[in-house]
């Protein structure tokens, strides 16, 4: 059952709508990642910490109480590790390439999504959305194709469009029993751990590596605007629309996200035709899929 503390969702945008709001503020997300100078791990590491603090500033204006029975928390700290993973290795990709590569290899996440959902909702596996799924690898292989691709970027790009999958389904499974409030804050602490882990394993300490003012301002734009309301929004949406949908509809961040790019870093942005060929057909399935669910 919802938790007692869970108030009744305001009134606002319809959740298809809100969804694509979601997406332009996604969007924004890979240029914060170029702008913000320090390296991947520790700008997720700082990026955490901003959003819990807020999080926790916010809870206490509103009077929200954290209880969870003790398996289900656990349960959302884990979940947080795949978060964590996911951003790591997504803001990893653009910074070894840039942000086109990146947000191609992470378009994935429909193939991924389209096998995993199945499992988790126990149903059939889709023929259309598993060839919408390989549509996306075609696309891939064309931008990749004796080009001059850095295709380090693909890989952690895919790796983060898999760890994503992962927990896009989990969070629907727990949006329909928790408060979206709960979830975010316990699986930004999972994620907070996880990278800190992981700083400690490879000897970094991303608390003394934040140091200039733009940064700083960046970030706290990251943690704000592009984290907290996000991905709170983003839970309680999938009360209403399957995993599948909200990952298809997010296949739409490419688009903001290589339009943003060239409009801001023009020089570095550029590519040649076959990359946009590819990237056309990955993007297209997004506008295919409606039409043949609706068919089929």
């Not at 969804?19 to 890979?30: A, R, W």
């Not at 300490?205 to 943690?223: A, E, G, M, N, R």
């Not at 023009?266 to 590519?271: H, I, P």
Request: aromatic share 14%; charged share 10%; hydrophobic share 55%.
């Amino acid at each position: 059952m919802p938790q007692n503390n869970s108030n009744q969702e305001a009134k606002g945008l319809s959740p298809y709508a809100m969804l694509h709001v979601l997406v332009i503020i996604y969007g924004f997300t890979p240029i914060l990642g170029k702008l913000i100078s320090i390296d991947a791990l520790p700008l997720v590491w700082w990026r955490l910490l901003m959003s819990t603090i807020v999080l926790i500033g916010y809870f206490m204006y509103k009077k929200f109480t954290l209880e969870m029975p003790t398996n289900i928390l656990i349960l959302m700290i884990l979940t947080g590790f795949v978060v964590g993973l996911h951003w790591a290795t997504f803001y990893q990709s653009i910074k070894v390439s840039n942000i086109n590569t990146a947000m191609c290899g992470f378009a994935t996440m429909t193939l991924f999504t389209a096998l995993l959902e199945p499992l988790f909702f126990k149903r059939k596996i889709s023929l259309i959305e598993i060839l919408l799924g390989l549509s996306t690898l075609i696309g891939l292989f064309i931008i990749a194709y004796k080009n001059d691709v850095q295709m380090e970027g693909i890989y952690y790009g895919m790796a983060a469009a898999f760890t994503a999958a992962i927990f896009v389904n989990i969070n629907v499974k727990f949006a329909r029993r928790h408060h979206a409030y709960s979830i975010t804050f316990f699986e930004f602490v999972g994620a907070f751990l996880c990278l800190s882990i992981i700083s400690l394993l490879l000897g970094q300490q991303p608390w003394l590596l934040l140091k200039t003012p733009i940064d700083i301002f960046w970030l706290l734009v990251l943690s704000i605007v592009c984290t907290v309301f996000p991905f709170i929004e983003a839970t309680k949406i999938g009360k209403h629309i399957n995993p599948f949908t909200m990952v298809l509809v997010n296949n739409l961040e490419p688009i903001y996200g290589i339009v943003l790019a060239f409009i801001i870093f023009s020089k570095s942005e550029v590519m040649n035709l076959q990359f946009y060929i590819g990237a056309g057909i990955i993007i297209a399935g997004v506008f295919i899929y409606p039409v043949l669910k609706r068919k089929y």
